[in-house]
């Protein structure tokens, strides 16, 4: 792939563009075994990049509120512990440049980066970590027959709806940079999280999510969304225009559904509900439903905690209800989810929380990567076109390698 122009920064007495010390700090993270995160947030320029010297495994019970700035990466399955990454070090990047510090952690490693730069080897692609896989593809005919499995424990009334997914294996070229697929999804998909985490047990992996698991702003506002249901979207399409089948609106209304439940398990009833609406994320359409809850009003300092556990994993990467679908998926699907469908995202980094549903992400290994790709199976579902969802969400990230 080939590296397209950066504008150029200045950084100590070397010349770096944004992608080249982006490839420096992700190289060095590998080399010394510690684990880095690079990410970009929906519909903002400014991009992200922290080194942790040493990850933390942490379970479901751990306090949101309470860690420290870093970024966490969890599993799908909600028994395994997540991932944390706290920031030793931490950058900015706008318009193409390394952002002058604005807090002391951001002076600190403003620093120890100019310290490092001597080591500054000739551009070369960047190394990261990278882990087996022992993952197999699902061929069409192996994963239709696996969602017509599913809509016949629907019509006997086993669950209302279940996620099933599939893996691509692609073979990588040996030009493929990490750092610059990174910067081509900031590009294309910018309604989305784009991120990219490399850490020495969880390997690599690259993504552009459009769903909002748990959002705080200013430890004061609470945000999540409800998002079903896929079209395809080409450029210029009147999105008010859109048609949605009942599949696909009853589809959104049982995450819409889910969450709710979630606030009646904690007895809240102080929240604002707006939508559906179509929205955009990359080359398809979903039905999205925000909600929003003011903590200071609820006095409900650890909402975002709360609804983590309860939410995880939310009806639309596993099912309703969660547990006879997850029972299904164990049993049905084939393959290890690690980390896609799991959550991931910034914590405390400016006062904020930005967690994200680890979707449209695929893991990268020494030659290959493999993607992946899911899609809702309700009683009105028709196998060969849960199949065809796939392929088009698939593509979001095959544009990035070929």
């Known amino acids: 792939m080939e590296n397209r122009t950066q504008p150029e920064i200045s950084v100590s007495n070397a010349t770096m563009t944004e992608s080249e010390t982006i490839s420096f700090l992700i190289q060095y ?7 880095v995160a690079v990410w970009q947030l929906p519909n903002d320029p400014v991009k992200h990049l922290i080194i942790a010297r040493q990850e933390v495994h942490i379970n479901r019970e751990a306090t949101l509120e309470t860690l420290q700035p870093g970024f966490i990466f969890a599993p799908f399955d909600r028994t395994r512990d997540s991932i944390f990454l706290p920031a030793q070090y931490a950058f900015s990047f706008v318009d193409g440049l390394l952002k002058s510090p604005e807090n002391p952690l ?11 730069l001597h080591t500054l080897p000739k551009y070369t692609l960047a190394k990261v970590h990278c882990l087996p896989t022992t993952t197999h593809d699902l061929d069409r005919d192996h994963y239709t027959t696996l969602v017509q499995k ?3 424990e629907i019509e006997r009334g086993v669950f209302e709806k279940v996620v099933l997914s599939h893996t691509r294996l692609v073979q ?3 030009s493929f940079d990490c750092t610059q697929a990174f910067q081509n999804l900031c590009s294309a998909y910018p309604n989305a999280l784009v991120s990219l985490v490399s850490s020495p047990d969880a390997g690599t992996w690259l993504g552009a999510s459009p769903e909002v698991l748990v959002c705080i702003e200013d430890k004061s506002i609470f945000r999540t969304v409800a998002l079903a249901g ?3 979207y080409r450029d210029g399409m009147n999105l008010k225009s859109v ?22 398990k904690i007895r809240l009833r102080e929240y604002d ?33 709360t609804m983590l556990q309860l939410l995880h994993p939310t009806s639309a990467v596993c099912g309703m209800p969660l547990e006879t679908a997850m029972d299904f998926l164990k049993k049905n699907e084939g393959y290890d989810r690690q980390f896609y469908a799991g959550f991931l995202g910034p914590v405390n980094m400016d006062s904020n929380i930005n967690i994200f549903v680890n979707l449209r992400c695929m893991q990268v290994t020494e030659a290959h ?9 309700t009683i009105d579902s028709v196998p060969e076109h849960e199949w065809q969802e796939t392929e088009i969400k698939l593509s979001t990230l095959l544009k990035v390698i070929a």
């Not at 951001?106 to 490092?116: C, D, G, I």
Request: aromatic share 8%.
């Open 243 to 264: 048609a949605w089948t009942q599949k696909e609106i009853e589809e959104q209304a049982l995450v819409e559904r889910y969450i709710i439940s979630c606030f009646k």
């Open 230 to 232: 896929t079209q395809p």
């Open 150 to 152: 599913g809509i016949q």
């Open 106 to 116: 951001e002076a600190t490693s403003s620093v120890w980066l100019h310290e490092q």
């Open 369 to 377: 990567a493999v993607l992946y790709a899911g899609a809702g199976v």
């Open 172 to 174: 990588l070229p040996d």
């Open 29 to 35: 993270a590998a080399e010394n075994n510690f684990s």
């Open 273 to 305: 509900e707006h939508g559906p609406k179509t929205v955009v994320a990359g080359n398809v359409m979903h039905l999205k439903s925000d909600f929003t809850v003011d903590m200071r009003a609820t006095n409900f300092p650890q909402l975002g905690t």
